[in-house]
């Protein structure tokens, strides 16, 4: 069974840094785990995505040299190291799910986690 938890939000002033956790219990081989925000008013937006497996990575272009996807295999767990913070990347971040022998489908999804970039 999928389970993801998040963690690791907070209050951060412009130019700082935080990391989120995913805790992502239930990932096969071919899983993909993925990091997305839904900012106050916009349509959630995908940032960054991991194979589980491999741990091969990939970035939507605004995030890109910011923001870096890892995960530890051991743990469980996927992170998001977010640096450079504006106060634009302010919204609720979500870590998500997908078997892509399944298909392209994020289907599972934890409850998010509040960032908050103070200018």
């Known amino acids: 069974q999928v389970q993801l938890v998040e963690s690791g939000g907070g209050l951060v002033q412009a130019g700082g840094s935080l990391r989120l956790s995913c805790a992502a219990s239930?990932?096969?081989?071919?899983?993909?785990v993925g990091w997305f925000r839904q900012a106050s008013g916009k349509e959630r937006e995908f940032l960054a995505g991991?194979?589980?497996?491999?741990?091969?990575?990939y970035y939507t272009d605004s995030v890109k040299g910011r923001f870096t996807i890892s995960r530890d295999y051991a743990k469980n767990t996927v992170y998001l190291q977010m640096n450079s913070l504006k106060p634009e990347d302010t919204a609720l971040y979500y870590c998500?799910?997908?078997?892509?022998?399944?298909?392209?489908?994020?289907?599972?999804w934890g409850q998010g986690t509040q960032v908050t970039v103070s200018s």
């Open positions: 998500a799910s997908r078997d892509v022998k399944v298909g392209v489908d994020w289907r599972f």
């Open positions: 239930g990932q096969t081989f071919s899983s993909h």
């Open positions: 991991i194979g589980w497996s491999y741990g091969s990575t």
